[in-house]
């Protein structure tokens, strides 16, 4: 038992180090930090286990069409980007980024879709009250929808996929893999477990700040703000009721908390409390990428149906209710990093943080309140802090 916990620690410091060695604030023992095992590093039990897992997430294929984890997970963003599909089409058109479910038809013809929009055909089962206006029997839906960055998510954030499908990362994997990879040969359970981890390590973090707060507890704060524009960008993300102009506090109605990916108690819509995590913020409803729409019929509770037209209802696809946090909302993404995830929104719609606040600006002045260019600039500018 002993030469075992041994030899874990030794994987721990192994997968660690690098972060270790630059961290600001001392550091606990790496027998401190297998405490945190719980977040995923548990299923390093060996010197080994670091490089193995490496090795199913950047090249395993488990004997599919050649896609690994890293195809759609790169290590710069932890997603895939329109110019990371231009850049890699241009060396190599057979890339396995553009088969199956990243190509135009979702069998492996046509290339526009990805290359300008870098978005993949998920096909989503309809829950059991849901179905599908000119397709009754239909009991699932193709929707279109970038790949979630795994920049910090996987050690500090529950929720998985922009609809919180998977419970955790062990099941995120194996659906990934089953649904995006064709594969031949089925991954064995320590395979999914060395995944998971793999993701706990240093290179998935967007800065030391989240590594010292999903290993050590640091919890990250609001930057400081310095020049003009970073000072009046700061008001918008402060924990603050909405008054006077309800610009102070604004963004932070649903960025709030350590990971600024949840909402705060002085958002006047639901869950009118701290810790929601799906929120519409207009972007299937305006549909700016020009998806295919559909009609779904949900049948609710009392028996009387609502139908709902949209390109994708994201959350509501797995309650199978229209209420406020379901009907077209998706996961509230971290800002930590945020320069580094392009594109955004589930469909990748917004290519940068100036077409995000041209988003906002349409949805907040459906509400009455006006974001000016300055504002927008403003914002982008405190963003641009949060590493």
């Given at each position: 038992m002993l030469a075992r916990s041994k030899s874990r620690q030794f994987a721990l410091a192994?997968?660690?180090?690098?972060?270790?060695?630059?961290?600001?604030?001392?550091?606990?023992?790496?027998?401190?930090?297998?405490?945190?095992?719980?977040?995923?590093?548990?299923?390093?039990?060996?010197?080994?286990?670091?490089?193995?897992?490496?090795?199913?997430?950047?090249?395993?294929?488990?004997?599919?069409?050649?896609?690994?984890?890293?195809?759609?997970?790169?290590?710069?963003?932890?997603?895939?980007?329109?110019?990371?599909?231009?850049?890699?089409?241009?060396?190599?058109?057979?890339?396995?980024?553009?088969?199956?479910?990243?190509?135009d038809d979702g069998a492996g013809h046509g290339t526009e879709r990805m290359l300008a929009d870098a978005t993949f055909l998920v096909r989503i089962p309809l829950p059991d009250n849901v179905r599908l206006a000119n397709d009754p029997e239909a009991r699932s839906v193709v929707v279109r929808r970038g790949a979630p960055s795994t920049l910090n998510t996987p050690a500090l954030d529950p929720v998985l996929m922009h609809d919180g499908r998977q419970p955790d990362l062990i099941a995120q994997a194996r659906g990934a893999i089953f649904?995006?990879?064709?594969?031949?040969?089925?991954?064995?359970?320590?395979?999914?477990?060395?995944?998971?981890?793999?993701?706990?390590?240093?290179?998935?973090?967007?800065?030391?700040?989240?590594?010292?707060?999903?290993?050590?507890?640091?919890?990250?704060?609001?930057?400081?703000?310095?020049?003009?524009?970073?000072?009046?960008?700061?008001?918008?993300?402060?924990?603050?009721?909405?008054?006077?102009?309800?610009?102070?506090?604004?963004?932070?109605?649903?960025?709030?908390?350590?990971?600024?990916?949840?909402?705060?108690?002085?958002?006047?819509?639901?869950?009118?409390?701290?810790?929601?995590?799906?929120?519409?913020?207009?972007?299937?409803?305006?549909?700016?990428?020009?998806?295919?729409?559909?009609?779904?019929?949900?049948?609710?509770?009392?028996?009387?149906?609502?139908?709902?037209?949209?390109?994708?209802p994201g959350r509501a696809l797995i309650t199978g209710s229209t209420d406020f946090e379901s009907l077209n909302a998706f996961k509230i993404p971290s800002l930590w990093g945020v320069t580094r995830t392009a594109p955004y929104f589930h469909d990748n719609s917004a290519k940068t943080l100036e077409e995000v606040m041209q988003q906002y600006a349409r949805f907040f002045s459906v509400l009455g309140l006006t974001l000016t260019e300055q504002d927008q600039k403003d914002m982008i500018a405190y963003m641009k802090l949060m590493q």
């Open positions: 192994l997968a660690l180090l690098p972060a270790l060695a630059i961290a600001s604030e001392p550091a606990e023992s790496v027998a401190d930090i297998s405490a945190h095992d719980a977040a995923g590093l548990e299923f390093f039990r060996g010197p080994l286990d670091f490089l193995k897992a490496r090795q199913l997430f950047e090249r395993e294929t488990f004997g599919g069409n050649g896609r690994t984890c890293l195809t759609c997970h790169s290590r710069e963003t932890g997603t895939v980007s329109p110019a990371d599909a231009r850049k890699r089409y241009g060396r190599n058109r057979k890339d396995p980024l553009f088969l199956a479910d990243g190509s649904d995006h990879a064709q594969v031949r040969r089925e991954p064995k359970q320590r395979d999914l477990e060395l995944i998971a981890a793999y993701q706990h390590t240093p290179q998935f973090f967007s800065s030391l700040t989240t590594f010292k707060y999903a290993y050590f507890g640091i919890k990250p704060k609001l930057p400081t703000p310095r020049t003009a524009a970073e000072i009046r960008g700061r008001r918008f993300f402060l924990d603050v009721p909405l008054e006077g102009d309800f610009k102070s506090g604004l963004c932070a109605n649903c960025h709030s908390g350590p990971m600024l990916n949840e909402t705060n108690e002085f958002g006047p819509f639901p869950p009118f409390a701290r810790g929601g995590r799906f929120q519409s913020v207009g972007v299937s409803e305006v549909n700016i990428a020009g998806n295919p729409v559909y009609d779904f019929v949900f049948t609710n509770p009392d028996g009387t149906t609502t139908t709902v037209s949209s390109p994708d």
